[in-house]
C-alpha cells in the first residue's frame, strides 16, 4: 500500500511539474507572438525575408528557384531557447520551426511575391506540419519585419481563406531572431540529389511550385 501510495504523489508530482513547464512555455511563446518586430538592415539591392512552412530542405530549394534571389539559408525561428540546434528543435519544445532566410534584390522582387511565393508553394491548410512532416517545428510561419509587410501578410491571408473557403493555417508572428542551422542542411537538395526523402518529398513539392509560377523561374529568364 505504501509503494502505491508513493507511485500516485510521483505520478501527481511529475504531472504537476509537466503542466509548469507547459505553462511556461505557452507564456514565452505568447510573449514572443505579441513582441515588436525586428527589422533586418537591408540597402537598396539587398533584403531579407523569414519563412517557414515544414522542411527548410523544401523551402530552401523553392525559393533558389526564384528570381531576384540571391541566396536561402536554412536555419530555425519563431522560438523562445537560444541557439536551437536540429535535435532540440525536434522534440517540439523549442518553440522553433525550421525556417529559412531568403535573401533577395527587392529591385527585382518585392516582399508581396514572395509572400505569393510561400502561399502557393503549400498546402495552406495543413496545420503544425507540411506533407508527411508533422509536429510544431514543421509549422508554417510567416514572418513581418514591420507594419507594412504585416499588412501585405494579412491581406493576401485573408484573401486567400476568402477563395478557399477554409481556414489557412500559417501563424503571422512579428521575426525576432533567426538561427542558422548545422552546416549539413545548408544545400541540402543539391548536395544530397538522391537521398530518398529528397526524390519523394522535396523534389515534387518544388516542381509543383514551379508549374505553378513558371514566370518567376530564373530557369525561364
Known amino acids: 500500500m505504501k509503494s502505491i501510495k508513493l507511485s500516485i504523489l510521483t505520478l501527481i508530482t511529475v504531472f504537476a511539474f509537466s503542466c509548469k513547464n507547459e505553462a511556461q512555455t505557452n507564456s514565452k511563446q505568447d510573449a514572443i507572438k505579441n513582441a515588436e518586430p525586428v527589422a533586418v538592415a537591408s540597402t537598396k539591392n ?42 532540440a528543435s525536434n522534440t517540439g519544445r523549442t518553440g522553433h520551426a525550421e525556417a529559412v532566410e531568403v535573401i533577395y534584390d ?16 503549400q498546402d495552406p491548410t495543413q496545420v503544425n506540419g507540411q506533407g508527411p512532416d508533422h509536429g510544431s517545428q514543421y509549422r508554417s510561419i510567416i514572418f513581418f519585419q514591420n507594419d507594412v509587410q504585416k499588412q501585405i501578410i494579412i491581406k493576401k491571408k485573408s484573401l486567400l481563406e476568402k477563395s478557399l473557403n477554409q481556414k489557412v493555417g500559417a501563424e503571422v508572428m512579428p521575426f525576432q531572431k533567426f538561427w542558422i542551422a548545422e552546416d549539413y542542411h545548408q544545400d541540402y537538395k543539391k548536395h544530397h540529389p538522391n537521398n530518398g526523402y529528397i526524390q519523394n518529398v522535396s523534389v515534387p513539392r518544388t516542381n509543383a511550385f514551379k508549374k505553378k509560377f513558371p514566370k518567376l523561374l530564373k530557369e525561364n529568364q
Not at 53 to 80: A, N, P, T
Not at 106 to 121: E, K, M, N, Q, W
Open 106 to 121: 527587392p529591385t527585382v522582387i518585392d516582399f508581396a511575391t514572395l509572400v505569393d511565393v510561400y502561399f502557393g508553394s
Open 46 to 87: 539587398e533584403a531579407r525575408a523569414y519563412f517557414a512552412s515544414g522542411c527548410f530542405w523544401c523551402v530552401e530549394s523553392i525559393y533558389d528557384s526564384v528570381i531576384g534571389v540571391k541566396e536561402v539559408i536554412s536555419g530555425y525561428s519563431g522560438g523562445h531557447t537560444k541557439n536551437p540546434t536540429y535535435e
